[in-house]
């Protein structure tokens, strides 16, 4: 059986900062490089819904996991360094803090 445990008491990763993307329509974005000790990010998304994808295809607004505005969203580092991020319509901010058991 495979499984992937997750501490429920993470912590902010010390010495990252958080990031802004702010992709639109037309421009897809990733997070910057991650600190080493980083296990998952947590984002939200705010402004508009957008699009995400993991698998190395590019994201568009008929491709994609569709992540909506005003929700918080926690993925792990492996996923966050391979998501491509682009905005459902209009102008997006994605926010997302590293964490670290």
């Known amino acids: 059986m495979n499984s992937f445990v997750t501490n429920l008491y993470m912590k902010p990763t010390s010495r990252a900062t958080s990031q802004r993307l702010t992709p639109d329509a037309s421009t897809v974005v990733s997070f910057a490089a991650l600190d080493v000790k980083t296990k998952a990010v947590s984002f939200d998304v705010q402004v508009n819904d957008v699009f995400m994808t993991i698998d190395g295809s590019t994201p568009t607004t008929t491709n994609g996991h569709k992540l909506y505005a005003g929700r918080a969203y926690t993925i792990s580092s492996n996923s966050v360094e391979a998501a491509q991020f ?5 102008s997006a901010v994605i926010f997302g803090s590293e964490l670290t058991t």
């Open 86 to 90: 682009i905005s459902a319509s209009g």
